[in-house]
T-cell receptor, first 112, second 116 residues
């Protein structure tokens, strides 16, 4: 069984500030972990993924995430928020690339 | 990157009618496609997994007679919402797994269904 918990359904950051979105997972097998972004009325776009290679994963748009097995976490960060980062972000887990289980999502609001 | 296209993007229908949503992988062959449902301000809930040429596998609680899934080719899967009711109104998203290239998942743009 697998599950994902995203801490905080809403995050508000100032433009230029650090973005930190928290994700903790549970998986009975070594997980594949993903972060997706969703803009209103659109599908999901992959930001980055962890598939058992380097624990620090760099993605698109300046985002990165670190896999910490001891903490069962895969938090997403971006050093400096842009207005265009305002969106919904989903963390997801899959076992060996099978079906994805999504977290509840975190909506990011960027203040000017 | 690979493209997955859904059609229609928006559909409004009367209660009791059936609606078909298409999911196409435009530049790759997809052995497996997934259908998700997303309620407003909520996460994606997996409805079913479809493999080309075989019956779809539905998640617990999803009515297979209500949500008919067909995966007739390696580039097309369809979801038909039969006898739609207002509670079926939702955002439906498909994703497709590439046959090659590590099996990465690509998502469609979503289809918003409103049942009056």
């Amino acid at each position: 069984a697998q599950s994902v918990t995203q801490l905080g359904s809403h995050v508000s950051v100032s433009e230029g500030a650090l973005v930190l979105l928290r994700c903790n997972y549970s998986s009975s097998v070594p997980p594949y972990l993903f972060w997706y972004v969703q803009y209103p009325n659109q599908g999901l776009q992959l930001l980055l993924k962890y598939t058992s290679a380097a624990t620090l994963v760099k993605g698109i748009n300046g985002f990165e995430a670190e896999f910490k097995k001891s903490e069962t976490s895969f938090h997403l960060t971006k050093p400096s928020a842009h207005m265009s980062d305002a969106a919904e972000y989903f963390c997801a887990v899959s076992a060996a690339g099978n079906k994805l289980t999504f977290g509840g999502g975190t909506r990011v609001l960027v203040k000017p | 990157g690979a493209v997955v296209s859904q059609h229609p993007s928006w559909v409004i229908c009367k209660s009791g009618t059936s609606v078909k949503i298409e999911c196409r992988s435009l530049d790759f062959q997809a052995t497996t496609m997934f259908w998700y449902r997303q309620f407003p301000k909520q996460s994606l809930m997996l409805m079913a997994t479809s493999n080309e040429g075989s019956k779809a596998t539905y998640e617990q609680g999803v009515e297979k007679d209500k949500f008919l899934i067909n995966h007739a080719s390696l580039t097309l899967s369809t979801l038909t919402v039969t006898s739609a009711h207002p509670e079926d109104s939702s955002f439906y998203i498909c994703s497709a797994r590439a046959q090659q290239g590590g099996g990465e998942l690509f998502f469609g743009e979503g289809s918003r269904l409103t049942v009056l």
